[in-house]
């Protein structure tokens, strides 16, 4: 409730949000990036396996492309990025709760919802969309390196799956669900990371309890996005 509130007082925010955009977006891309190498790797080498004297192998393309694109490039993106942005965030925040540099803004007539919380809130829910995109990108280039390397698979017969199933709901799809696992990150983070108390251990099990709880979110928010927009 708080949070929305502040998010009026663009004066505050405004100037830090794009130094958080990149701290939290642009410095995750090489994580990502390496995730979605291995996870378009992984999809190209099983789907062979699978397809193997079943469907013609050119569904490797189709299965790399939709896999990655509406699932695993979301999922496993925000996974990742749960663990570094949502424990930097929480880190971050509760050190300056028990240190008490957030009493020390709020005495300065700061708001600690508009100074802390909506800069970082936001830009997560800017840029995981954008790393998720990158690593969307780079997953699909794997799995087709992959493909005609390994499977002997040629690159016309990998784009003909690729394009056979192909909608554009499949990218927002993933984008969309992308922006709302930022947003529950980040909230997370900030909510876990405001509320540390007990000094070093205290901020610890806070880091800990953001990283888990930004997971749980993204497993649920998986799910009822895969309700509203299928």
Do not use: H
């Amino acid at each position: 409730m708080e949070a929305g509130r502040a998010l009026g007082d663009v004066r505050t925010w405004g100037p830090l949000l794009f130094f958080q955009m990149r701290r939290l977006g642009v410095d995750s891309v090489p994580i990502a990036v390496f995730i979605a190498v291995f996870t378009g790797i992984v999809l190209a080498l099983l789907s062979s396996y699978i397809f193997t004297g079943a469907v013609p192998l050119y569904f490797v393309g189709a299965l790399v492309g939709k896999t990655v694109m509406m699932e695993l490039g979301p999922v496993l993106t925000g996974m990742a990025l749960a663990g570094r942005v949502g424990a930097n965030i929480a880190a971050e925040l509760g050190t300056m709760k028990v240190t008490e540099q957030v009493d020390a803004l709020e005495t300065l007539a700061y708001d600690k919802y508009s100074y802390l919380v909506v800069p970082r809130v936001l830009a997560a829910t800017l840029m995981f969309p954008v790393v998720t995109a990158f690593a969307m990108a780079v997953g699909v280039t794997a799995g087709w390196i992959t493909a005609i390397n390994l499977l002997d698979l040629s690159t016309p017969e990998f784009l003909k799956g690729l394009r056979m199933f192909y909608q554009f709901k499949d990218i927002w799809f993933g984008l969309v669900k992308s922006a709302s696992f930022g947003a529950a990150v980040a909230l997370m983070g900030c909510l876990r990371g405001l509320g540390s108390e007990g000094g070093a251990q205290g901020v610890g099990a806070a880091t800990t309890r953001a990283v888990v709880l930004g997971c749980e979110a993204i497993l649920v928010l998986d799910a009822f996005w895969a309700l509203v927009l299928l």
